[in-house]
């Protein structure tokens, strides 16, 4: 402290500082958006700077001190209620995120390699991938082959001991979603640790089940939910007796994020999913403190940067006060965030693209304050991933905590005036959908009356339409594609050979165990699973007890659900990429020119000098080329009388003209009518979208139709595809 502020005197260069700054006056809200006006010339102020999100949010060119007065949430600190701020008052300071990379190797040996590997190079957590036949809790043997060997085949206690072989459980923490239950999964981790002498105590993680984003993606449960929910309250009881860390509910936002949900749908349905699981282990005995301790939360990340800030933080606020209004203490109110770069927003073509957006999503999630992350490999759309693909997601896990330091500051995002109010607004507009969802039964309710499925529809179908008139880009895709690119190598899997050669270790294993004790301890587990409460713990010790004799995950299902009721049936959630549609486009051309041997030549009529038609001809090439087209090019012509001959000459059956807007009145209707009267079938573009009264000359003369910015160019594609019999 200088001399001069003692005595209550302002330091010279602040004074200095004060004179610069009056000669400059403070503008007003109201002066600037005058001047921005004055900038615009005459373009309309609101269209031009607000932007709409598929949110129904309005997003202002600037945010204010102003647009955050009267939100609480602002003066609260990190790790303090509501928790908007990250759920400890060190933030990353003193516990990093977890580098959680997904492995999906269907080997156990294969799958044990990568992981180590990950581990040796990084990553600080297992996240275990299986199959649908684990998850559901059926044998190799037994299971339909589709089920089998899209991620890790489990069956035994032999694979789980083959793909954790030398993975210390104690100090690496595992995240596992394990489908409608975790009874069997669990026990099989659990058995693992009790056979290689690990303390249970110090294991920290998810073996998560979550029947109602299983019944959201496939349709249909195994069992009906009541029985699922009876098999969740005696792990969760279990977890709890014993002491543990783990934590075996998990409630996941991808389903909805991947059908092509808001922001706002999959945190309201993310919400109303865990009210329901607190609901149901209530009526089952479970204490609302214990309960919500052992959830944990996944969320789909997407490319929106503060939308995706903004919902995990208001994720954590509305969780708190959900708690809390249950009763729960200040402890069970934080949400533990596990996240994921989107799965929906990768695309097959120019897939080294994909490296960008995992970058810009994986920093969303990390100034959002996410406990554990998976980075997606940048060719998941289109093959497993291999070794370059494992590196280079979790090297992007490690660059943004030791090169970019995001380790700090602790909530980097809180005091924007931006991020504060789109938290503010993203939390009340998730909090009408959850109260409506509620209102309407819960969510298991509304699922079957197909009500989140049918929003979530006409928010995808938006995104699609952005898509198709190109207002939204995929680079690479719908803009920009590469069409010298050379396709990922995809090795083939024979899924049926692979189910073979399972099933016969499978049925070696099973005569190596002691086939006498292993039925007694499955016998144990029936009588426990018929007489036992709701809250039935010692169903738990049974199944890990039948595991440890030799019982596989299928005797384990058997024993745990005999006479099981029907199951509950609801509209599938619609799981697919934003590229979709523009994928298929292009997919239909390659497969024409491997079945014909050509392609669709597209003769692009240049007239003048090149930098007479130069934008345009570019324009036109990039807007054909997202069909996978062949565009013949030119230097341009000077006659109309030149051009039109190299039209009719060239062989294409559709043709272009490019020129400027000035020029057209004069060219367009001598050149439409030369090439039409020769070539009556060809279809002829013009480049540039002119005054309705010159559409209508340039109609009569010939043209077909105009490609411009606001064409929508999926629906011209897909009908010169289907003109040709490309579709």
């Given at each position: ?38 900038a ?72 044990h ?49 083959q ?7 104690e ?49 249909e ?14 792990t ?28 706002i ?32 939360f ?13 919902k ?9 006060q ?12 934080k ?21 960008l ?86 969510i ?9 499925q049918q ?12 898509l ?8 690479g ?23 073979q050669q399972?099933?016969k ?33 010692a169903?738990?010790?049974?199944a ?16 745990l ?40 030549d ?69 050149l ?56």
């Amino acid at each position: 402290m200088t001399k001069e502020v003692v005595e209550g005197k302002q330091p010279v260069g602040e004074e200095k500082q004060d004179r610069f700054f009056a000669e400059f006056p403070y503008p007003t809200y109201e002066e600037w958006r005058a001047e921005s006006e004055k900038a615009l010339k005459g373009a309309n102020w609101e269209k031009t700077l607000l932007t709409k999100t598929y949110e129904d949010i309005q997003l202002q060119p600037m945010y204010r001190m102003e647009d955050i007065e009267g939100i609480t949430h602002c003066d609260s600190a990190p790790g303090s209620y509501p928790f908007v701020r990250g759920t400890s008052p060190t933030g990353y300071l003193t516990k990093p995120w977890e580098i959680c990379q997904e492995c999906d190797e269907p080997l156990a040996s294969a799958f044990h390699d990568v992981v180590l590997h990950e581990l040796n190079k990084g990553g600080t957590a297992v996240n275990m991938v299986v199959d649908k036949a684990s998850k559901l809790g059926i044998d190799v043997d037994k299971s339909d082959a589709a089920f089998v060997g899209k991620g890790l085949s489990v069956s035994t206690l032999e694979d789980i001991q083959q793909a954790l072989s030398g993975i210390n459980l104690e100090k690496t923490p595992l995240f596992l979603s394990a489908g409608p239950s975790s009874v069997q999964l669990s026990s099989l981790i659990i058995a693992f640790m009790k056979a290689n002498g690990q303390d249970l105590h110090k294991f920290t993680g998810c073996i998560g089940a979550d029947p109602l984003a299983y019944l959201s993606v496939e349709g249909e449960l195994p069992i009906a939910l009541t029985q699922l929910y009876d098999e969740m309250s005696a792990t969760v009881a279990w977890v709890a007796e014993n002491g543990l860390n783990l934590k075996p509910i998990l409630v996941q936002g991808q389903p909805y994020h991947d059908s092509g949900a808001s922001a706002i749908q999959e945190l309201a349905y993310v919400l109303a999913t865990g009210v329901e699981y607190l609901r149901n282990l209530a009526d089952r005995g479970i204490a609302i403190d214990t309960a919500a301790k052992q959830m944990y939360f996944s969320f789909s990340v997407g490319t929106n940067f503060f939308m995706e800030i903004a919902k995990i933080r208001a994720a954590r606020m509305l969780w708190a006060q959900i708690v809390e209004a249950f009763g729960g203490s200040e402890d069970a109110q934080k949400m533990h965030i596990h996240a994921r770069t989107s799965a929906f927003t990768k695309s097959v073509y120019d897939p080294y693209v994909n490296m960008l957006r995992t970058t810009t999503e994986a920093f969303s999630a990390v100034v959002g304050g996410v406990d554990s992350l998976h980075v997606g490999y940048f060719d998941e759309a289109i093959r497993p991933a291999d070794t370059f693909s494992h590196r280079i997601s979790r090297n992007n896990q490690i660059m943004l905590q030791r090169e970019c330091n995001l380790l700090q500051p602790v909530d980097p995002a809180g005091g924007s005036w931006y991020v504060e109010k789109l938290t503010n607004t993203v939390a009340q507009k998730a909090w009408d959908l959850f109260q409506e969802t509620e209102a309407a039964g819960g969510i298991t309710k509304a699922l079957e009356q197909n009500v989140p499925q049918q929003k979530i529809k006409a928010v995808a179908k938006n995104r699609a339409d952005g898509l198709t008139k190109r207002k939204d880009v995929i680079l690479g895709t719908n803009m920009y594609p590469n069409l010298i690119e050379k396709p990922l190598d995809v090795q083939p899997f024979d899924y049926q050979a692979f189910m073979q050669q399972r099933s016969k270790d499978l049925a070696s294993y099973r005569e190596d165990i002691d086939e006498v004790e292993c039925l007694t301890q499955l016998s144990g587990l029936k009588d426990k699973s018929k007489t036992a409460s709701h809250t039935g713990s010692a169903i738990i010790d049974a199944a890990i007890q039948s595991v440890l004799s030799g019982a596989t995950v299928g005797e384990l299902t058997a024993a745990l659900r005999q006479g099981a009721s029907a199951s509950l049936v609801v509209p599938p959630l619609d799981i697919h990429r934003a590229d979709r549609e523009y994928c298929q486009l292009r997919k239909n051309t390659e497969s024409y020119v491997a079945r014909t041997g050509k392609n669709l030549d597209i003769f692009l009529a240049n007239m003048g000098k090149i930098p007479q038609h130069k934008a345009r001809a570019d324009f036109v090439t990039g807007f054909l080329e997202v069909g996978a087209f062949k565009i013949l090019k030119n230097d341009g012509f000077l006659t109309v009388e030149e051009a039109a001959q190299a039209a009719i000459e060239s062989g294409a059956s559709v043709a272009v003209i490019c020129s400027t807007d000035a020029t057209y009145p004069e060219l367009v209707p001598p050149l439409a009518k030369l090439i039409k009267e020769a070539k009556p079938e060809m279809t002829l573009f013009l480049a540039g979208l002119p005054p309705e009264d010159l559409q209508k000359v340039y109609k009569e003369a010939g043209v077909d139709d105009f490609i411009h910015v606001r064409a929508n160019c999926y629906q011209m594609l897909s009908k010169l595809q289907k003109e040709r019999g490309i579709q």
